[in-house]
């Protein structure tokens, strides 16, 4: 994915006010926000198979913070590259072209 647009804006209405803005130039449809969903849904499990008890049931041990680590950035490679490859993501026009399209409006008379 893109990285956004950062650009600063000084804003002048009430009270001053210097913004650090993000302009994300590329979004992910809803195909792509489902998949991120079901991955925190599903993806992080801090468990991992320690054996059974007594009676035949698994037991899980807790997962290291480096196995944690190590396992969201395996899923974390696997998703960008899912998204990639099925095209799940739209592009977003510029901040100066939103502006642009925004003041043809206006001045065609229709409302943004």
Same mark, same amino acid.
């Given at each position: ?26 979004? #992910?449809?809803?195909?792509?926000? +489902?998949?991120?969903? #079901? ?19 698994? +037991?899980?041990? #807790?997962?290291?913070?480096?196995? +944690? +680590? ?7 490679? #696997? ?34």
């Amino acid at each position: 994915m893109r990285n956004p647009d950062i650009f600063a804006r000084d804003d002048w209405s009430k009270n001053y006010k210097h913004s650090i803005i993000q302009h994300h130039r590329e979004c #992910l449809n809803f195909q792509g926000q +489902i998949f991120i969903e #079901l991955i925190k849904h599903f993806g992080i499990v801090a468990g991992k198979p320690g054996g059974e008890d007594t009676l035949g049931r698994s +037991i899980l041990d #807790l997962q290291t913070p480096e196995e +944690i +680590i190590d396992r969201a950035r395996t899923l974390t490679k #696997l998703a960008a590259r899912v998204v990639a490859d099925e095209q799940w993501t739209y592009q977003v026009p510029s901040y100066d072209d939103l502006v642009k399209a925004s003041e043809k409006d206006d001045s065609n008379g229709r409302d943004k």
